[in-house]
């Protein structure tokens, strides 16, 4: 194996058949090559047969679907977040500019997927939509024949829609006195509301709605007891809680959090990016700047610094938008490489034609897929809120079931479990196997204390597997 003009992994065979595999650079999990590589190596010293799978998805969520949301704007200081954490009381009334996407941005949008979705590497790709619904209505600011409300009924089946409540109230601080302080959670009655009058405004539009998932503002709600219940009471099954919050983070890789106050209820971890909901273009200097507020979190003077207030700035020059976009789209290929299954966190004034083609959210994503397609020819998941959450939770149940394999070579593969599981297996076809890449892949209905033996009747072939 040589990178460049230098030899950076070796293998080799004894006359006996053993075989050496040696590696001549560094690694961690965090390293491009080590995610690269990590794969094959198991598979080498597995020769392609061993428990667990591997797939590379993608899933981004853009949250406030026909809403409007304010814009950083450094020239006026109530349009400047003192951080990420916005108080939920905050009312900038009329002081910020806003922005909301119209039909044409969305329309730009389903071009720019169709065509990512024509490499048959990324047919699989879809946009999440989380949608706020008062923002479709006259109440909300809607027109008559608004065009976005026609495009989104022209488009409903371009994109995966998921509920984020009728108006955006954050469900721990509702109805708050603007710029107070003070706030209660929403009552059984409004966070009901919340839910239903969503529901019917996606069924008045023909929305194909994942009807057990939602998307809370903000990821309020997850310890409101009023909220919680009523969310059962609707058939809610899946939420999203914030992979960076402490809370928001679960005990083990692609696995999730069952609500501590309704068990019922299963909170599949997001992954926020530094794509901020209050921006809309590349340009600096004007009402929605991603640069503005990038620099103003991490640029020379910026907020955050490294290793906490007093330290040194994480960037000594202003970053451009070609180098915001080339370190977030290296941040998300990251997630990729490593298999992550968590969703992404977009907001929909990131959707905005900045120059009548591109957007924040194309540029980053379609600079991801990019650099993915350069390294792997490996198709790219999208899923839907509910299916995601499924897959999580069939991944803490392999993780409990004390799963244990015996192989003898050439003949059979073993397996036995302690408890429940769908068992994963690289190698093996068997109850409807499928091809993904190079390797077929089984998922073995295991019942609690049960044996499977399957008689192995040839190995795919060898191969990094990229």
Known sequence: MQLGNSVVGVTHTLADGREYMALTMDNNPYLFHSAILHYGIIHWVTKGLFLGSRKTYMTPQVDDHFLNNDLFYSSKAACIPVGFAADPTFDPANQCPTYRINGQDLDTLANWQQNIRANPQFGQFQISMAFNGVGATQAGGAEPGDSL??????????????????????????????????????????????????????????????????????????????????????????????????????????????????????????????????????????????????????????????????????????????????????????????????????????????????????????????????????????????????LLQSRMAYNTSQVHATLTPGVSIEIDTVGAASIPVTGLCADGCQTYGPDQQSLIPMPAGSSRTFLLVSLPPLGLGL
């Not at 603007?178 to 405004?201: H, M, W």
């Not at 990821?219 to 919050?245: E, H, M, W």
């Open 149 to 390: 409300v026609t495009e989104t009924q022209s488009l409903e089946n371009q994109f995966f829609w998921i509920n984020h409540t009728w108006d955006h109230e954050n469900l721990d601080c509702y109805d708050p006195v603007p710029n107070s302080g003070i706030c209660r959670p929403a009552t059984n009655a409004e966070s009901l509301a919340e839910i239903s009058q969503n529901v019917q405004l996606a069924n008045s539009l023909s929305l194909p709605l994942d009807a057990t998932s939602m998307v809370t503002p903000s990821i309020s709600g997850l310890t409101n007891p009023y909220f919680l219940s009523k969310a059962v009471s609707q058939g809610i099954q899946y939420l999203v809680s914030d992979l960076s919050r402490p809370e928001g983070t679960p005990a083990s890789a692609n696995t999730g959090i069952w609500n501590q106050y309704q068990p019922s209820l299963f909170e599949i971890p997001r992954r926020p990016t530094s794509i901020f909901y209050n921006t809309v273009t590349s340009a600096v200097g004007v009402a929605g700047s991603e640069p503005d507020e990038y620099n103003y979190f991490y640029g020379p003077t910026g907020i955050f610094r490294i290793g906490g207030p007093g330290g040194p700035p994480f960037f000594t020059t202003n970053q451009s938008w070609d180098q915001i976009r080339d370190r977030e789209s290296d941040t998300l290929l990251g997630y990729m490489l490593r298999g992550e299954q968590y969703p992404l966190m977009f907001h929909q004034g990131n959707l905005a034609a900045y120059d009548g083609v591109n957007s924040l959210f194309t540029d980053v994503v379609g600079s991801t897929l990019n650099k993915f397609a350069a390294i792997s020819q490996l198709p790219v998941i999208s899923m839907q809120e509910a299916n995601l959450g499924a």
